[in-house]
């Protein structure tokens, strides 16, 4: 486990919503090191809300409904004068960004320029600059209609929207079948209003990394490989590694972009062991608690970053630590089609530590630091003890009114926002 970064005191910080998984790690992460943690969030039951370390809960508008209002209610907020630091931890980031100039009159933030964030949070605009920084991705075209994506079909391989996290927007193609399934969700979710992408599907491990800049500088570095998938093709089990040639591209993409704040990047590991393929990008920390228990406190460096620090660079954080998340993987086993003695089975050796699990700390709900975060944990079990075929339902729960959809981004570039 890491040791907290140095602050001289503790801060009140506001986070900007509750319901991800990357959210729950960072307030534990704040919450081992003493920090005043404050949460806003649309759904009052939110994942954040069963942590011993939030101070106060706000409720406030939807982020993808109501971009606006969110916003006013996070600003109210700032006037208070109860906060030094505003953590984005999901999209609210590319809101927060494009308004950025006044927020900082109030409170201590870390992003970059509008414009720069806009360019990795974007799918489409990520694979440009890869071809931009000649950085390696899997053979990519951008359509824009239907009958430019019947023309780009190829099989196997993957097509994705530009604008999609948390696993949505993300088809595997392998036939026919498979093409017209994608195509009829594409078109029910106005998909070519922006860009689509079909990427040729390549084998090989997935691999994440995460990052904090400085004014494009890098500072901290931690990856991880996924050993085992959850629920949506997220990590259940991960195991960290140490990627130099990873780290040197993700440090060119924070430079070019005189990038401020945090960064991830996915990638293809391929069986060859040629260059990692760059597959996507989040303008954010997802799921830092790796790094933490891998010895390296991302989140306590953002939080340094924000407060308006320019620390040292970090040290490397170490390799082969795994890690799990009970709750993905008991979704995963369910939305996988496990049946209920499946499920025992994992609850078994989840409990146990014992099968996949041996050697593992648990990421998302450290019963042992935070008691409380056995209540959703316990709440899910059971659910899908009683009824497994719930597994897809239960894991598309967190996706929605704190999430960004292609309206609400367009309200946010609109010249009028704001």
């Not at 971009?67 to 209610?73: K, R, S, V, Y």
């Not at 994608?182 to 390549?202: I, S």
């Not at 490397?316 to 993987?329: G, N």
């Amino acid at each position: 486990m890491a040791d907290p970064a140095h602050v001289q005191r503790p801060l009140r910080v506001l986070v900007s919503e509750g319901n991800s998984t990357s959210v729950r790690e960072a307030i534990t992460i704040l919450g081992l090191s003493g920090h005043h943690v404050e949460v806003c969030d649309p759904a009052p039951f939110c994942l954040a809300r069963f942590s011993r370390f939030v101070r106060k809960f706000h409720r406030c508008p939807g982020l993808q409904d109501d971009p606006a209002g969110f916003l006013a209610f996070v600003e109210r907020l700032l006037a208070t004068g109860n906060y030094d630091v505003l953590l984005p931890t999901h999209e609210q980031g590319f809101l927060f960004a494009r308004v950025q100039q006044r927020l900082l009159d109030r409170v201590g933030l870390a992003l970059p320029g509008f414009e720069s964030y806009r360019a990795v949070h974007s799918k489409a605009g990520f694979s440009r600059l890869l071809d931009q920084l000649e950085l390696p991705q899997p053979a990519t075209r951008i359509v824009h209609s239907e009958s430019e994506l019947r023309g780009a079909k190829r099989f196997p391989s993957i097509i994705k929207t530009s604008v999609g996290t948390a696993s949505r927007g993300i088809w595997l193609v392998r036939d026919a079948r498979d093409f017209e399934f994608a195509l009829q969700d594409l078109n029910a979710g106005g998909a070519f209003a922006d860009e689509v992408l079909v990427q040729e599907f390549v084998t090989g491990a997935i691999e994440k990394a995460q990052a904090v800049f400085c004014r494009g500088e890098l500072l901290g570095f931690h990856a991880y490989r996924q050993i085992a998938a959850g629920a949506g093709g997220g990590e259940a089990i991960k195991q960290s590694v140490v990627r130099p040639r990873l780290r040197s591209h993700v440090a060119r993409i924070g430079q070019a972009l005189g990038w401020h704040g945090a960064l991830s990047v996915d990638c293809i590991m391929r069986e060859d062991g040629a260059a990692p393929l760059l597959i996507d990008c989040n303008p954010r920390l997802v799921e830092p608690m790796s790094a933490y228990l891998a010895g390296l406190d991302l989140v306590g460096l953002l939080l340094r970053i924000s407060a308006g620090e320019v620390p040292a660079k970090a040290g490397e954080s170490r390799a082969d630590v795994r890690t799990h998340l009970a709750m993905q993987a008991l979704l995963g086993c369910a939305a996988g089609g496990g049946t209920r003695r499946d499920l025992v089975r994992e609850c078994w050796n989840l409990a146990a530590g014992g099968g996949p699990y041996a050697g593992s700390a648990e990421e998302l709900t450290p019963l042992r630091l935070d008691w409380i975060s056995a209540v959703p944990l316990a709440m899910i079990a059971m659910v899908l003890l009683a009824a497994p075929g719930r597994g897809v339902a239960l894991a598309r729960g967190g996706w929605g009114a704190h999430l960004l959809d292609i309206a609400s981004i367009r309200k946010i570039e609109s010249e009028a926002f704001g």
